[in-house]
């Protein structure tokens, strides 16, 4: 069976999109994910998504991350799917109902409402989410936030010591985070502006994590550390976030189709 699909990315967070609302797909594994994610032998991306009809909204996204797991959220691949559908909707995700409308050169997201009940995120045991007792070596007392997928956000003065690729898997995996964790360490630059470096939960280093930017950016908010609208560094580029206490998140940033192709099924089944 020839898959048609669409290769797209949002500041070098690249997904590959199979669009199932017309014709149904077989069913979509966690080895087939693998497969297709595969940047040696597959197509390759940090996510695969699979659109399909909804009943609840104008269309429903499905997300799986390049281990094969099958995750809540995702920012960018959110403002690529906006890009692609090119006209505003509600699109329907396991982490809830989000709204999408296309802009110049990219799109907005509204994100829905944090959570921050340590049962919401979740957490293993009750615990203060917004100053955790815990720490991972240089990294401690994080704040935990729930945007359609969990985070644990550590503010440091200097971004570039920190060993993230060490430090992100360890946190990610810890038994704290029963459904595991999205890890993001971020420097304030100035009262508008953050840098953030983000480990994703089954797909490791990032060059850009929506959700990320949008819990990092909540969580300095809440902390007084910076103002709404916030611009979020990341090594792939920028994205704004706008957020208020008891109000939804929007986001804003690029998302480009790169080339179309179609690939065998039974090749990565």
């Not at 359609?148 to 570039?160: A, K, Q, R, S």
């Not at 060059?207 to 090594?235: D, E, H, M, Y």
């Not at 792939?236 to 109000?247: I, S």
């Not at 480009?256 to 039974?266: A, I, L, P, Q």
Request: charge should be negative; aromatic fraction near 6%; include cysteine.
């Amino acid at each position: 069976m020839r898959i048609p699909f669409i290769k797209m990315h949002g500041l070098g967070n690249d997904f590959v999109v199979l669009d199932a609302r017309a014709k149904s797909l077989p069913e979509v594994t966690s080895q087939a994910a693998r497969a297709i994610a595969d940047r040696q032998t597959g197509i390759g991306c940090d996510q695969l998504i699979i659109l399909e009809n909804s009943d609840a909204a104008d269309l429903r996204m499905r997300i799986y991350n390049s281990d094969g797991g099958e995750v809540e959220a995702c920012g960018n691949a959110s403002r690529a799917v906006a890009v692609l559908h090119g006209e505003p909707a509600k699109v329907e995700t396991a982490g809830g109902i989000i709204a999408l409308e296309p802009i110049e050169g990219g799109a907005s997201v509204d994100m829905g409402r944090p959570r921050f009940e340590w049962d919401a995120i979740p957490l293993a045991y009750a615990m203060d989410t917004s100053a955790m007792p815990v720490g991972w070596g240089s990294l401690e007392q994080p704040i935990a936030v729930n945007v359609g997928n969990p985070h644990v956000i550590f503010f440091v003065e200097d971004l570039d010591g920190i060993e993230l690729d060490t430090l992100g898997p360890e946190i990610e995996n810890d038994p704290l985070f029963p459904e595991r964790v999205n890890v993001n360490v971020a420097q304030v630059l100035a009262d508008d502006h953050l840098r953030l470096r983000v480990w994703e939960r089954g797909a490791g280093l990032t060059r850009a994590c929506g959700t990320g930017a949008c819990a990092t950016a909540v969580a300095a908010i809440g902390k007084g550390l910076v103002n709404s609208k916030v611009r979020v560094t990341l090594p792939g580029g920028d994205l704004t976030v706008e957020w208020r206490a008891g109000q939804t998140i929007v986001m804003s940033g690029p998302a480009v189709e790169s080339f179309r192709g179609s690939f065998e099924w039974d090749d990565f089944a």
